[in-house]
């Protein structure tokens, strides 16, 4: 099991930039694919992106392709989402998740442990 604890949301106007932080815990955190999700009020909680615990191999979502990086380091125990060129509609809690699965899974039934959130709201 992992345990995870997100940082880094907040207010942010149109076109600005933040960096996501999540910070595990647990034995199987190295072997394990790690994904950042959303979830906006009344919509379901959609991936944005995932990277493999073996790097360099991501995957990201259409709605934030060029605009979002993913990284992780795993020696500290870290997961990063760089996001630039924020819109309106980028604001969500977002949330780390881990997965025991192979490959780079894009659905939330795939993930095994999650944090907790963090809201980010890109706002005038």
């Known amino acids: 099991q992992v345990h995870l604890v997100e940082s880094g949301g907040g207010l942010v106007r149109p076109g600005g930039s933040l960096k996501l932080t999540c910070a595990a815990s647990g034995n199987s955190f190295s072997n394990s694919t790690m994904g950042w999700f959303r979830q906006a009020p009344g919509k379901e909680r959609e991936v944005v992106a995932v990277?493999?615990?073996?790097?360099?191999?991501?995957y990201y979502a259409d709605s934030v392709k060029g605009r979002f990086a993913i990284s992780r380091d795993n020696g500290k125990k870290l997961v990063y989402l760089h996001m630039y060129g924020l819109k309106a509609e980028d604001t969500a809690v977002y949330y780390c998740?881990?997965?025991?699965?192979?490959?780079?899974?894009?659905?939330?039934?795939?993930?095994?442990?999650w944090g907790q959130g963090t809201q980010v709201t890109v706002s005038a």
């Open positions: 990277v493999d615990w073996r790097l360099p191999d991501a």
């Open positions: 998740a881990a997965s025991r699965q192979t490959g780079i899974p894009n659905s939330t039934p795939a993930y095994d442990d």
